[in-house]
């Protein structure tokens, strides 16, 4: 008997997996309390705390700032609401909603809310359990001028579909994505679901996080079951359990933030797509 918790490749490579998706809220998720170096203290939540992946959401309300800090491990931020400026190549540089960094390991960064409304950032590690997630203080060895930090502007990447990039400028399709970042620790991206569509019902290896940012519909849990999805919502599906999205509003998109602590994108295989 294979078991729920840790399935096996071997036995079954190209079954679903039977352990259900995960699904939460982010409201209903409590708010802690982080203690950065330097006495800084600063309010975010987990949303996810696995051993292949840490997702962490900061709240900065206007004139805070996440202090210089850097880690050992890469992550990806995300800039949700609000326009920061973050630490790019020695300069603070201002940021907006969509907004995507690649910060290397042991390279520094810092983030501060210089506008007049709070400011949310996602921060995704993979490979990162939670207990082994630490903020530093930079040294000179660490990069403190965040000299590898990479900006990637969403209004700039194209969005592409199953048949492959579109023409920047062009209409998107009814399901549509954006690959933002990807290199072989990470995919970041986001999708596009119109009224009346889905994302097809499939599996992975690759475990992930989907965070639906707008929108609503209903999303699959195991067996048969769906139950609603709103803004802020999230889903974990465990390696290569089935999942599958569905836009239920009659008039907007369903929009997604997606991302793989594994990559590149070319190398994450949809199995049972239908």
Known sequence: MVSMTRYSEEIHP??????????????????????????????????????????LLFSLPKGEEIPLHYHTMNKAIYVYEGCPEILIRGEMTPTFRGDS????CESSVKIQNSGTEETLIFF????????????????????????????FKEREIPWENWDGKLSIGT????????????????????????PGFDVDRHYHKPTQIVIFSEGEGRTLIEKGEYREIRK???IYPPSYSLHHSI?????????????????PFAKIEYLGKE
Not at 101 to 104: G, N, Q, T, V
Not at 138 to 147: A, E, I, N, V, Y
Not at 179 to 188: A, G, H, K, R, Y
Request: net charge negative.
């Open 171 to 194: 209409e998107p399709t009814p399901l549509a994505w954006k690959t933002i970042i990807e290199n072989d620790s990470m995919v970041l991206g986001i999708t596009k679901i119109d």
């Open 124 to 151: 995704f590690f993979p490979g990162c359990p939670r207990d082994s997630l630490m903020f530093q203080s930079p040294s000179p060895d660490s990069d403190p001028s965040g000299r590898e930090n990479l900006l």
């Open 14 to 55: 190209k079954l679903p997996n039977p352990s259900p998706v995960e699904l939460y809220h982010t409201e209903d998720l409590p708010l802690h309390s982080f203690n950065f170096p330097e006495g800084k203290k600063l309010s975010y939540k987990m949303l996810l705390g696995k051993d292949e992946i840490t997702v």
């Open 247 to 263: 836009n239920t509003h009659p008039e907007r998109p369903l929009m997604e933030i997606y991302f793989f602590p594994q990559g």
């Open 101 to 104: 960094l690649m910060i290397p």
């Open 232 to 234: 802020d919502s999230f």
